[in-house]
């Protein structure tokens, strides 16, 4: 549900980051909050945690810059992944645009990762969004254990298990030490960002044209 | 989840309310907010400066984790939330289905006063946004 702001020409973006626990989520925002400029970045917010475990959301905001006049503002979220937060997750997701799907590597992770993308399914179809619609991307993580001897999953059986039918952009990455994070962050937001003016910015300059609403002096336009 | 679209002249007219029915009897801060955290109207005078962005995600989140512990023990949701603090309060209200209203006042405003003018303001809310049509249960 982007917020599009036409008095301030701000597009703000909704993106969550999805998955089971401890794949990673947070490990990737704090890996965009330390590397970006604090221009481009808001204040990173964490909910409590016990242990190393979100227990309810994390929000990094970032600002992407301009595009066609409008200021691009994103919303970053992470969700819990144990399955117990089953309620959590489904509250974040409420207005979500785009989503990241963070797969563990690990190979005794498969089956968490086929259960939080079925849980991912069923928690949109509850809010009449359909996972084929909305902008996706999947981040294979924790590539980097693999030269340690740590058994993982191979990028193929990871496309087999979870990109199989979606056949959505795919990046190898390590969150902790930052490879493949901005180029997952990189193709969710154009993705997103595409998403929301072809959904609405489009029909809104059909109305100028036709003398539409947006004669309006002031107008903020907010779409679900 | 249907789109909604306010007009400039709808939103001022909101504004105007807020600052009548809120902002003139000394609550300092008013935020209308929709449940993705999006700050939709802010009115008034902050005293300190805080982080909104922030504040508006965590409201929203506060809302629904309410909303799902009503559910549990039977109730719809909550209609309402009130949180006290030392010098400042926060008091929460739904408008239609979609929106929440937040108003941040200090111990020299009543509760009982603010409660009294959001109701009010809410109901009106709800109609001037066409949120009781969509909904249809407000």
Same mark, same amino acid.
């Given at each position: 549900? *982007?917020?599009?702001?036409?008095?301030?020409?701000?597009?703000?973006?909704?993106?969550?980051?999805?998955?089971? @626990?401890?794949? @990673? %989520? =947070? =490990?990737? !925002?704090?890996?965009?909050?330390?590397?970006?400029?604090?221009?481009?970045? @808001? %204040?990173m917010l964490t909910i409590e945690t016990k242990g190393d475990r979100t227990l309810f959301f994390d929000l990094l905001p970032l600002n992407l810059g301009k595009i066609k006049g409008f200021d691009i503002k994103i919303q970053l979220y992470t969700v819990p992944g144990q399955t117990i937060y089953h309620a959590t997750r489904k509250l974040v997701?409420?207005?979500? /645009?785009?989503?990241?799907?963070?797969?563990?590597?690990?190979?005794?992770?498969? *089956?968490?990762?086929?259960?939080?993308?079925?849980?991912?399914?069923?928690?949109?179809?509850?809010?009449? !969004?359909?996972?084929?619609? &909305?902008?996706?991307?999947?981040?294979?993580? %924790?590539? /980097? &254990?693999?030269?340690?001897?740590?058994?993982?999953? /191979?990028?193929?059986?990871?496309?087999? /298990? !979870?990109?199989?039918?979606?056949?959505?952009?795919?990046?190898? *990455?390590? *969150? =902790? %030490?930052?490879? @493949?994070?901005?180029? =997952?962050?990189k193709a969710i937001s154009k993705m997103t960002v595409r998403y929301v003016a072809t959904k609405h910015l489009a029909g809104n300059q059909k109305s100028k044209k036709m003398g539409g609403p947006t004669r309006e002096r002031r107008q903020r336009q907010r779409l679900s | 989840m249907s789109d909604i679209i306010l007009t400039g002249p709808v939103l001022d007219k909101a504004r105007d309310w807020i600052n009548r029915a809120l902002v003139n009897a000394g609550v300092h801060t008013v935020l209308l907010i929709d449940h993705a955290g999006n700050i939709v109207v802010r009115c008034g005078h902050s005293r300190t400066n805080f982080d909104l962005t922030s504040f508006a995600a965590l409201a929203a989140a506060n809302f629904g984790a309410t909303a799902q512990m009503a559910q549990l023990i039977g109730e719809d949701d909550f209609s309402l939330l009130f949180h006290k603090g030392k010098k400042d309060s926060i008091h929460f209200a739904k408008v239609g289905n979609d929106m929440i209203l937040i108003s941040i006042f200090g111990d020299d405003v009543s509760l009982g006063l603010v409660r009294l003018r959001v109701a009010e303001l809410t109901r009106n809310m709800a109609k001037l946004f066409g949120l009781d049509k969509i909904n249809g249960t407000y």
């Open positions: 549900m *982007a917020l599009i702001d036409l008095s301030n020409r701000e597009v703000h973006c909704k993106i969550v980051y999805y998955g089971p @626990g401890r794949c @990673g %989520k =947070t =490990t990737n !925002l704090m890996y965009i909050y330390n590397a970006m400029n604090s221009a481009a970045r @808001g %204040k997701l409420k207005g979500v /645009d785009g989503i990241v799907f963070v797969a563990d590597s690990l190979r005794v992770r498969r *089956a968490k990762n086929i259960e939080s993308l079925e849980d991912l399914k069923r928690n949109l179809k509850e809010y009449n !969004l359909d996972i084929k619609s &909305l902008p996706l991307v999947m981040q294979y993580n %924790k590539r /980097d &254990l693999g030269k340690i001897g740590i058994p993982l999953l /191979d990028t193929a059986e990871l496309e087999s /298990d !979870l990109n199989r039918e979606l056949r959505v952009p795919s990046f190898c *990455a390590s *969150a =902790t %030490k930052g490879y @493949g994070v901005f180029e =997952t962050l | -």
